[in-house]
């Protein structure tokens, strides 16, 4: 079974520049998460979708970051302008609820993004 | 609000040593508790969960005992192998019917020497 993909799997750019990152969820989960992961903050909750719809994005840094799921399978988180201290690894998980909040999620490889 | 508190790291063993990560949370209600695994330059992995009080979640040798009376949920193995060297996370799900959004510790970094 394929599990969450996550493309690029690495992201080299300069400050200025707009960044795509994209995810495609396990197909069937109904949920998709993009978490954000540093040493200095760990791992972060930036922002969830249920049924392609937001529920949740207060963990958007600020306004220079976006995400959008325009179907089932497939979602972006966006960069623009990108800055140096969005360099982190960026983490997609899905997971399917079935009614329930125990049902785990499984997550992608991630992207690491560098900003020069 | 929620929130999860890990054992800090780095914890380093020797190999068959017995290991302790040891994880405490803060919510109401009845959450249900996770540990995740990250090996080297890939994704989080579920490792093992428990929905209620006193269940004992394990997989690969791991195990964790989910204490309500303590509010905690301690990851233990009896024998450690190099293979284990990863960063361990410890985390919670609690919200209405279908809301899956995890609060996750600060994670552990396990080292295993030979």
């Known amino acids: 079974d394929a599990g969450v993909i996550q493309s690029p799997r690495h992201e080299v750019t300069e400050m200025g520049q707009e960044v795509t990152l994209r995810c495609k969820p396990i197909?069937?989960?109904?949920?998709l998460f993009w978490y954000r992961q540093t040493m200095m903050r760990g791992l972060e909750l930036l922002i969830y979708?249920?049924?392609?719809?937001?529920?949740?994005d207060s963990g958007m840094p600020e306004d220079r970051f976006s995400a959008k799921m325009p179907n089932a399978s497939f979602s972006t988180l966006k960069i623009q302008p990108s800055e140096p201290r969005d360099s982190a690894v960026y983490f997609c998980?899905?997971?399917?609820?079935?009614?329930?909040?125990?049902?785990?999620?499984?997550f992608g490889d991630g992207t690491r993004l560098s900003i020069l | 609000g929620n929130s999860v508190t890990q054992m800090e790291g780095p914890v380093t063993l020797s190999e068959e040593a017995f290991l302790t990560i040891n994880c405490t949370y803060t919510?109401?209600?009845?959450?249900?508790l996770f540990w995740y695994v990250q090996y080297p330059g890939e994704g989080l992995q579920l490792l093992l969960k428990?929905?209620?009080?006193?269940d004992k979640g394990s997989n690969k040798g791991f195990e964790a005992t989910y204490r309500k009376e303590t509010t905690s949920f301690h990851l233990e193995k009896g024998s450690v192998q190099v293979s284990d060297s990863a960063v361990y996370f410890c985390a919670l799900s609690k919200g209405v019917q279908g809301a899956q959004k995890l609060v996750f510790g600060q994670g552990t970094r396990l080292t295993i020497n030979p």
């Open positions: 428990a929905t209620k009080a006193d």
């Open positions: 197909s069937g989960h109904d949920y």
């Open positions: 998980a899905s997971s399917l609820s079935r009614g329930y909040s125990n049902q785990p999620q499984h």
């Open positions: 919510a109401t209600g009845y959450p249900s």
């Open positions: 979708f249920n049924n392609n719809v937001p529920i949740d």
